[in-house]
């Protein structure tokens, strides 16, 4: 077989994209309603969410950095997962979140904060520059001093004091299709809204060019001093 030339190689690379996630674990209320949220909902309003799949952000996509390996970023994941501890939340609630509808904490969840700055911070090293398009696209969303800040330095404007753990349910809704929305979504989120917002692991997710994004590994949260309810 040929080898792919060298700049075909970096095109390839380049495509490639990594995030860290909040995925429902298996037998919750939450991982039922990831199992049935594409297909209850009508497709117009999941279209935009579908590439990224039903989870949580903990570190938005990025490209590995030069001289950064996938192996490499496994590692660290481990490492950061054996070090930090499974947090349990009171229920979740369905929110409204710049327009789109998303399932958010019943309440302030600073153990949640914690975790997600600490993802950020750790895996920072393995990501590279934004690139012209990206920052773009970035930039074309209206961001305050401090998200442009963030954007700069994290390259992600939605970090730290910004950030708001979510899991989204649909595009962004005009206020006259409220009631309508809602009506769909009250009945299909009304398990999860009834237990235990619970994150006993993260994940490791891999984009190839432009396409879904899949799970490479879950890694199970070891540390101790947990949260709870």
């Excluded at 690379?13 to 939450?30: C, K």
């Excluded at 117009?44 to 039903?54: I, K, P, Q, S």
């Excluded at 009171?90 to 929110?95: G, I, K, N, S, T």
């Excluded at 590279?128 to 970035?138: D, G, S, Y």
Aim: net charge neutral.
């Amino acid at each position: 077989m040929r080898t792919p030339p060298a700049d075909a190689k970096d095109r390839s690379a380049m495509s490639v994209r990594y995030a860290l996630y909040f995925i429902p674990e298996d037998g919750t209320a939450l991982a039922r309603l990831g199992d049935d949220w594409l297909t209850a909902l009508p497709a117009d309003l999941t279209d935009a969410a579908r590439v990224y799949g039903f989870h949580a952000t903990l570190k938005a996509p990025f490209r590995l950095a030069p001289g950064k390996t996938e192996a490499q970023l496994r590692d660290e994941c481990a490492a950061l997962a054996r070090q930090s501890a499974a947090i349990v939340e009171v229920p979740p609630v369905l929110a409204r979140l710049h327009g789109f509808y998303a399932l958010r904490p019943g309440r302030a969840a600073p153990a949640l904060q914690d975790l997600a700055a600490t993802c950020v911070r750790r895996l920072d090293p393995f990501r590279a520059p934004l690139n012209e398009r990206e920052l773009a696209k970035r930039l074309a969303a209206p961001l305050s001093d401090r998200q442009r800040n963030l954007l700069g330095q994290w390259g992600y404007p939605y970090v730290f004091d910004e950030y708001r753990f979510h899991l989204t349910l649909t595009r962004r809704v005009g206020q006259a299709e409220v009631p309508t929305v809602e009506a769909l979504l009250r009945p299909l989120v009304a398990g999860a809204e009834a237990e235990p917002l619970g994150i006993a692991s993260i994940c490791l997710m891999r984009q190839s060019d432009g396409d879904v994004f899949t799970l490479l590994q879950r890694f199970t949260l070891e540390g101790s001093c947990a949260s709870s309810v």
